[in-house]
């Protein structure tokens, strides 16, 4: 079986420019998961999705961040305007609703924002 | 309080050792815990889950839990130097799958 896929795996930008970041969960796998992982803060809970619904979106720094889910097979992390302060790596992971909670993460996503 | 807390390390331990790592949480409902394997610039793997006092045991990794005691550790035997990463500790609170993460032990083993 396929992983959870991400993409791109690095993504460069320069300042107020828009950043979209795309994650295919695992198939059969209903929760989705968005982090980020700096070496300050290590890695920080975003938002995640039940069943394509946003249940907890308290990690989201401001407003510039947003998420989407619009299936079940696809989610997308936009930035907007991006600023230097967002570079870090960008994790999706998947977990099957049961009670084993057990997440599977992707390869990441590495943000630099110029 | 740190929701879950681990000692950032490094842990160094020699090869063919036992490498120890320790977690503790603060959440008393918390029934699920899991370790990941982060190695650097990789993403986390899953290596082993928990969800009853013991140990649990697979091939040279062992999960100890004591849920009075609010921690969990992990067992490494025969430490290899392919065991040297940052192993993250994580504890599902209740509610849907969310899981919270420690900040990870750094663990070096010495050839």
């Given at each position: 079986?396929?992983?959870?896929?991400?993409?791109?795996?690095?993504?460069?930008?320069?300042?107020?420019?828009?950043?979209?970041?795309?994650?295919?969960?695992?198939s059969g796998h209903n929760s989705l998961f968005w982090y980020r992982q700096t070496m300050m803060r290590g890695l920080e809970l975003l938002i995640y999705f039940n069943n394509n619904v946003p249940i907890d979106d308290s990690g989201m720094p401001e407003d510039r961040f947003s998420a989407k889910m619009p299936n079940a097979s696809f989610?997308?992390?936009?930035?907007?305007?991006?600023?230097?302060?967002?570079?870090?790596?960008?994790?999706?992971?998947?977990?099957?609703?049961?009670?084993?909670?057990?997440?599977?993460?992707?390869?990441?996503?590495?943000?630099?924002?110029? | 309080q740190k929701e879950v807390e681990q000692n950032s390390g490094p842990l160094s331990v020699p090869e063919g050792a036992i490498a120890s790592l320790n977690c503790t949480y603060s959440d008393r409902g918390s029934q699920s815990f899991f370790w990941y394997r982060q190695y650097s610039g990789k993403s986390p793997e899953l290596i082993m889950s928990i969800y009853s006092n013991g140990d649990k045991e697979d091939g040279r990794f062992t999960a100890q839990l004591n849920k009075a005691s609010q921690y969990v550790s992990l067992l490494i035997r025969d430490s290899q130097p392919s065991d040297?990463?940052?192993?993250?500790?994580?504890?599902?609170?209740?509610?849907?799958?969310?899981?919270?993460?420690?900040?990870?032990?750094?663990?070096q083993v010495i050839p």
């Amino acid at each position: 079986d396929a992983g959870v896929i991400q993409s791109p795996r690095h993504e460069v930008t320069e300042m107020g420019q828009e950043v979209t970041l795309r994650c295919k969960p695992i198939s059969g796998h209903n929760s989705l998961f968005w982090y980020r992982q700096t070496m300050m803060r290590g890695l920080e809970l975003l938002i995640y999705f039940n069943n394509n619904v946003p249940i907890d979106d308290s990690g989201m720094p401001e407003d510039r961040f947003s998420a989407k889910m619009p299936n079940a097979s696809f989610s997308t992390l936009k930035i907007q305007p991006s600023e230097p302060r967002d570079s870090a790596v960008y994790f999706c992971a998947s977990s099957r609703q049961g009670i084993d909670y057990e997440q599977y993460f992707g390869p990441g996503t590495r943000l630099t924002v110029t | 309080q740190k929701e879950v807390e681990q000692n950032s390390g490094p842990l160094s331990v020699p090869e063919g050792a036992i490498a120890s790592l320790n977690c503790t949480y603060s959440d008393r409902g918390s029934q699920s815990f899991f370790w990941y394997r982060q190695y650097s610039g990789k993403s986390p793997e899953l290596i082993m889950s928990i969800y009853s006092n013991g140990d649990k045991e697979d091939g040279r990794f062992t999960a100890q839990l004591n849920k009075a005691s609010q921690y969990v550790s992990l067992l490494i035997r025969d430490s290899q130097p392919s065991d040297s990463a940052t192993y993250l500790c994580a504890v599902n609170s209740g509610g849907y799958q969310k899981v919270t993460f420690g900040t990870g032990t750094k663990l070096q083993v010495i050839p």
